[in-house]
């Protein structure tokens, strides 16, 4: 991880190369020279005029006298390898390749990308594109894009990009919504420098308070993990990631991979590091608004304050399908504010003042202010929409905001500002003073919805096991109250490609302290009889055999054998589905059917599934995804929640159930994944669980 130095240097150099530098109105060349004029250091043109804007150009980067922190380079794509080689020669730390014509063409593109990120690597130059928007420290300034102008500084919001329209709307919002940002970081095709370094380098950035990633794909997706669980608890990071309607059901023989989409894999991981992920750009750049310019929230409790019911019941809809509370106020609260407004005035929340236009100047920011000082509200949104959206009432929130922050109240104000756009210099009044403004609604309710959890994310207590990097365990003996520390058996037992066998995967289960079930494999009717006879009726029989991997679709498990004819009949209906076939007896458990599985993702690792099992798993759906290895208490908070989760506490009169041994089998599962690389899929369908504990009762395990 490159925290400092060469990448250090992509944002904050001293002396930047400008390769393809141009006098030539409408160029790129010239483009770039002009976005670099306020560039505190020195720039040096590279090119073969003799100079560019009046000062003397260079024919190569190997000719610039003195040392060069940073070459932008934006030539075409076929100079582009021999011009890294000679910014390695030159000892370059990086370079910024704005050039088109590379992976993103095709076979030839990619070969030539191939040939500038060798040529990068073997003088440790760092590559930011190709194909890209370039970077911008909006605080420096360095405009090394091409952009038509600059981003707004002193913000805290970083962003990393691979989109250059993203770029273009950040310097957009900049100028039409008061978005202040420190750093744009445009990836392009993502050659070299990864998201995870990138988050890394940003998390101690000192000038970043706020991370915001517009991605299309994640680099080094395990080590973006990682560094993304270190982050977190640091600063807020809001992600897009795009991808979400990939066909990514995979071809897979266990209910737990047909459930790990990519998405869903992506989306668990995300919020598993504690990454507030949305749906689009726009959203995520107005929670880095709404948390660059206010204090973190510190709860879910809002209170609207409007002048309209019907915008604020809306308004208040709207909060609650993000997961917040607008809670009725205590009634000594309401008290306080019936002093304050009409008579004919609401003061239960939303607070609604109605249209009183001419105490608009002094309601809202005296409501604002002592339902911000109050003690239960966590967040504040007053509404201003139409005459309450006038220039005085912007002036008279702002001043009551300042006092607030002057005070050290820690509560956040967001405005939902709903007006003609010839009022739009209004809302600069609050925008250019640090108080957020979102049109309407909708946008308001998603920009406090993610800036709310990003604020809980930032309260969450350390939990250090929680928070590891994910790492193959060490070795653990079985679980259980007589188990003693002992070295692990795991690596004693083989997986090889394709199903395992039911004996050998249940040793490799029981191995890593997987509470199974007992069975006996039987290859006739009459050795079934015996088995279950010496198990105890009643009895499971099910059949096995490596084509009939889901049982339950071909006829192949039958419960409730009472006896030793209902055995004999039901052995030999199994053993006739398949040539070679065998059958499975176990004793019947009783209980509530889970699922615990496992996956290995191509780009997350080892990724473990727990949720309602049993043969509707695929069709319910109500399953949780995470990254492994967990500990037990990510485990437990994985089990509450599920939809169905109530059905653990007891209901219709059922014992609640204990979740910690489920929670123990969750763990063992990513432990085992962890442990054997060559697992590409498991599923323990169904777990039974009930008031004598939890036990698998069907597994398979692929390897891979």
């Known amino acids: 991880m490159l925290t400092g130095g060469r990448l250090a240097n992509v944002f904050d150099p001293r002396r930047v190369a400008l390769v393809g530098a141009s006098d030539r109105v409408g160029s790129m060349g010239r483009l770039l020279w002009d976005n670099l004029a306020d560039f505190p250091g020195e720039v040096l043109p590279v090119c073969q005029a003799a100079t560019v804007g009046g000062r003397p150009a260079y024919p190569d980067l190997r000719d610039v006298p003195g040392e060069v922190d940073l070459a932008v380079i934006a030539t075409p794509a076929a100079t582009v390898p021999d011009i890294i080689a000679a910014a390695a020669a030159k000892r370059v730390s990086a370079v910024v390749v704005l050039s088109a014509g590379f992976a993103e063409t095709g076979p030839a593109g990619a070969k030539l990308q191939a040939e500038a990120v060798a040529a990068a690597r073997a003088g440790g130059v760092r590559l930011v594109g190709p194909n890209c928007f370039g970077v911008q420290n909006a605080d420096l300034p360095l405009n090394a894009s091409i952009s038509a102008g600059a981003p707004r500084g002193g913000g805290g919001v970083s962003i990393v990009t691979q989109s250059g329209s993203y770029g273009m709307a950040v310097h957009a919002l900049g100028r039409d919504e008061g978005l202040r940002v420190a750093k744009v970081f445009a990836a392009g095709n993502k050659a070299d420098i990864t998201d995870a370094e990138l988050l890394g380098y940003l998390r101690e950035d000192p000038a970043t308070s706020v991370i915001c990633l517009l991605l299309e794909s994640i680099t080094d997706a395990r080590g973006f993990f990682a560094e993304a669980c270190r982050t977190t608890p640091v600063k807020p990071v809001i992600a897009v990631v795009h991808g979400r309607t990939r066909a990514g059901q995979r071809a897979a023989v266990s209910h737990t991979a047909a459930l790990a989409t990519d998405d869903a894999v992506r989306d668990a991981a995300l919020r598993q590091a504690g990454v507030a992920r949305v749906r689009t750009g726009l959203q995520a750049l107005d929670a880095a608004r709404a948390l660059s310019g206010q204090p973190m929230p510190r709860g879910p409790r809002v209170a609207v304050v409007t002048n309209s019911g019907g915008t604020g019941v809306e308004l208040a809809d709207l909060l609650a399908d993000e997961g917040l509370e607008v809670p009725e106020l205590s009634g000594p609260l ?81 405005v939902c500002w709903v007006a003609p756009r010839a009022a739009d210099a209004h809302a600069s009044l609050l925008q250019e003073a640090g108080v957020p403004c979102f049109p309407w609604p909708e946008r308001t309710a998603r920009a406090v919805g993610v800036a709310v959890r990003c604020g809980l994310q930032a309260r969450r207590p350390p939990d250090p096991a929680a928070r590891r990097p994910p790492q193959a365990p060490a070795a653990r003996p079985p679980r259980g109250p007589a188990a003693s520390p002992r070295p692990s058996p795991w690596s004693a037992v083989p997986v090889g490609r394709g199903l395992l066998p039911p004996d050998a995967a249940r040793e490799l289960l029981t191995a890593a302290g997987i509470p199974v079930i007992e069975t006996v494999m039987c290859d006739s009717a009459a050795m079934a009889v015996s088995a279950a006879g010496r198990l105890g009726y009643p009895v499971v029989a099910k059949v096995a055999h490596p084509a009939l991997t889901h049982k339950s679709d071909v006829g192949g498990v039958r419960l409730g054998l009472f006896t030793a004819d209902a055995v004999r009949s039901a052995a030999a209906d199994l053993l006739a589905l398949a040539d070679g076939a065998a059958v499975l007896v176990q004793p019947q458990r009783e209980g509530i059917e889970l699922v615990i599985g496992g996956v290995r993702d191509p780009d997350f690792g080892p990724v473990i599934m727990t949720g309602f099992g049993g043969v509707l798993v695929e069709a319910r759906r109500d399953v949780q995804l995470a990254v492994a290895p967990v500990d037990e208490a990510q485990a437990g908070a994985l089990l509450r929640s599920l939809r169905g989760a109530a059905v653990f506490t007891g209901l219709r009169g059922r014992p609640p159930v204990d979740l910690g041994p489920v929670a123990a089998m969750i763990v063992a599962v990513g432990d085992l994944l962890a442990a054997h690389p060559e697992i590409s899929e498991l599923d323990l369908n169904p777990v039974i669980v009930g008031a004598s504990g939890s036990i698998a009762v069907d597994w398979r395990i692929l390897g891979g």
């Open 334 to 414: 309401q008290d306080e504010l019936r002093a304050l407004l009409p008579g004919y005035a609401s003061a239960r929340n939303p607070v609604d003042m109605t249209p009183t236009w001419r105490l608009f100047t002094t309601l809202y920011p005296a409501t604002i202010e002592l339902l911000a000082r109050s003690g239960e509200i966590d967040v504040v949104v007053p509404v201003l929409l139409q005459r309450s959206a006038s220039p005085e009432v912007a002036a008279a929130v702002r001043d009551a905001v300042a006092r607030l922050r002057d005070d050290g109240v820690p509560v956040p104000v967001y």
